[in-house]
């Protein structure tokens, strides 16, 4: 075990040399002039200066001072740190229900997705039955469906079961799958190989078996993936929150920060929203670094194949 | 299962007749008959996907038909809906804030869509650049996207505020004069577009893998040939991608006809100042959820389905013309 990761250590360091050279020259092998990546450079650190603007501000403001806020110009770095802005964004609206009605629907939303889609792709791609490939394509093409026309459907239904003002409607849907992932999940598995599959089958093994012992371990990185994306949507959703919660004890941060918003809309204290704002993102910037590789990776499948 | 010599008919090489044989005589052994284990399988397949047929029983099929249905009638929601006929269709071709909204939004699609692929584009490209640290752009690049439209606007309101917004100081610099984007029709629309722009992340990281997916020869046998990196672009790189902008173009347009969150919170629900940020989709849900509307608002719907549909099918078939699958072949 020691010397296997010892050789994988000695492999990285070589790597990490070949890079570095290879990062000097050019795919014919000649070395590049020092300049050359210099241009590109400046232009990316531009880049990287205007994308991180907005979560910079957002920072900034919600440090801020409410006098040092309507100071014009605006001050780039606060001069006075007002970290009891965080406090008082929490107790200025109710910070915690919100979140933890917004926690609720993402816990299980994604516990829902993800278990839904696994089932449902591997009966797309782990079972050979006449017609799948057929029914697939009914999949792809609701992909392509656009959700409003089902909007006030959906409502009326959910309020003639009495579920508006409930988080329901916004959990039990992800109990049925979604095409998206279902066509994510779907192209990973086709690579699972059907010898594996087979062979368990060989054995009396059950489909329902093969699923969790087999199919299960060689997919958790593509269910990763699915869980990530489920969990941002749900916990960015903006208009299902909008339409199905109206009181304040179920509604979650999205609806929850507009409303403080709009009920204070003539002197809104701008460094809350900011600092309350901040706090919905923080959850989802500690997701990305720790999970970055299954964002890129879940988008790229999703886009390309 | 742990069966060493796995048929996977790819890795095999000379073994591959070998491994083919020993299948077929597993497959010999005795067993149900070949329409017994089809039909078994049948049965578990349509198992697996059951919760997906219920879904989209429930929550497509039922709610498309129930939608059509609607739009011929009036139902505010309480009583029973009554039978108008084709009024809702007559009265949204007659209506003067449909026509804003339609224009609103082909004004935001028409920018929106064609921005976003150039920015998308030029992120991918920045993100494929050979340089040691480019984890890290990709990174920046990106986390603009995590940012929920919600709070995506909240910034945007108070970095355009014409009284201590920094736009305002930027402006100031080259001898500007204080503006209030957000109060007037035409500006608060450009402000919706430009913050859409922060959020190419995802667009870019599609552009990207098809980037990645140009094999490098190609560009060795161009630069052979004496091409520069610009001809380069315009002659290998940009065919191979179009599968990719495809995908991006048919999202992005399906973006742009629902674009509602961020025109929600800019204009506080209200959609002005004159109607400027009335997209079709607020107005839908104005109808809707404002004046329990909800016949009209699902006649709303189901033109703003069949405009999607059409758009959609254009696309593919315009696409059959302008995109290039060969890197799949290749």
């Known amino acids: 075990m020691s010397t296997m990761i010892q050789t994988d250590t000695q492999a990285a360091v070589r790597s990490k040399k070949a890079d570095a050279e290879q990062y000097n020259r050019r795919a014919d092998g000649t070395r590049r002039p020092w300049y050359s990546t210099l241009i590109a450079r400046v232009v990316m650190i531009a880049l990287s200066l205007l994308f991180l603007l907005p979560l910079y501000w957002m920072i900034a403001s919600a440090l801020k001072s409410d006098e040092e806020l309507a100071q014009f110009p605006p001050t780039l770095i606060p001069s006075s740190w007002q970290f009891g802005n965080f406090v008082e964004a929490v107790t200025a609206m109710p910070f915690l229900t919100f979140f933890a009605n917004s926690a609720i629907i993402t816990v299980s939303v994604v516990v829902l997705s993800v278990l839904s889609n696994f089932v449902i792709a591997y009966g797309f791609a782990c079972i050979d039955w006449p017609g799948r490939d057929r029914m697939f394509y009914v999949v792809i093409a609701t992909l392509f469906l656009p959700f409003p026309v089902t909007l006030i459907p959906m409502f009326d239904l959910w309020a003639r079961l009495g579920l508006v003002n409930t988080l329901f409607p916004l959990i039990i849907p992800a109990a049925f799958g979604s095409a998206f992932y279902v066509f994510l999940l779907r192209q990973f598995m086709l690579q699972i190989p059907r010898a594996m599959l087979d062979a368990a089958r060989v054995d009396g093994a059950s489909e329902w078996r093969i699923l969790w012992t087999i199919a299960f371990p060689t997919s958790l990185p593509a269910l990763t993936t699915v869980a990530i994306f489920a969990a941002v949507a749900s916990w960015n959703d903006f208009m299902g929150p909008l339409i199905y919660l109206q009181d304040q004890d179920v509604q979650t941060l999205s609806i929850g920060l507009q409303t403080f918003r709009s009920v204070n809309a003539q002197d809104v204290s701008f460094n809350l929203l900011m600092a309350a704002s901040f706090l919905v993102i923080l959850p989802l910037l500690i997701l990305f670094f720790v999970f970055q590789r299954y964002f890129i990776r879940g988008i790229t499948i999703g886009g390309f194949k | ?330």
Not at chain 2, 283 to 295: C, P, S, T, W
């Open chain 2, 1 to 330: 299962m742990s069966s060493p010599q796995a048929v996977d008919s790819r890795t095999a090489g000379p073994g591959r007749a070998a491994a083919r044989a020993a299948v077929a005589a597993q497959s010999a052994r005795p067993r149900p008959g070949r329409s017994t284990v089809r039909r078994r399988n049948l049965r578990t397949g349509l198992l697996f996907i059951s919760p997906w047929m219920v879904g989209v029983l429930i929550f497509i099929v039922y709610p498309v038909a129930y939608s059509i249905g609607l739009s011929f009638t009036r139902y505010s929601g309480m009583e029973a809906p009554t039978w108008v006929g084709l009024q809702n269709y007559v009265t949204a071709f007659l209506d003067p804030l449909v026509r804003t909204s339609v224009g609103n939004t082909v004004f935001y699609a028409v920018i929106a869509v064609p921005l976003g692929l150039i920015v998308a584009l030029s992120l991918a490209l920045a993100m494929n650049q050979n340089v040691r640290e480019v984890a890290l752009y990709r990174t920046i690049f990106y986390a603009p996207s995590l940012i929920p439209a919600f709070a995506m606007s909240f910034i945007f309101i108070v970095f355009l505020n014409p009284q201590f917004g920094v736009f305002n100081q930027v402006l100031g610099i080259f001898g500007g004069s204080n503006v209030n984007l957000l109060g007037d029709p035409t500006g608060v629309k450009i402000a919706i577009i430009l913050m859409a722009q922060l959020g190419a992340g995802n667009a870019a990281l599609i552009f990207l893998a098809g980037l990645r997916n140009v094999p490098r020869t190609v560009y060795e046998a161009a630069r052979v040939d004496g091409a520069g990196p610009i001809r380069q672009f315009i002659s290998i790189t940009f065919p191979l991608l179009t599968p990719v902008l495809l995908f991006n173009l048919i999202t992005g347009v399906s973006g742009a006809l629902q674009v509602f969150t961020e025109a929600y919170i800019v204009t506080n629900g209200t959609g002005d100042p004159d109607a400027g940020a009335l997209f079709y989709m607020m107005y839908l849900y104005k109808n809707a959820f404002g004046f329990a509307e909800l016949g009209y608002a699902s006649a709303l719907a189901v033109l703003l389905f069949l405009v999607g549909l059409a758009l959609a099918l254009l696309i593919f078939w315009l696409s059959r013309r302008f995109v290039n699958y060969d890197v799949e072949a290749g």
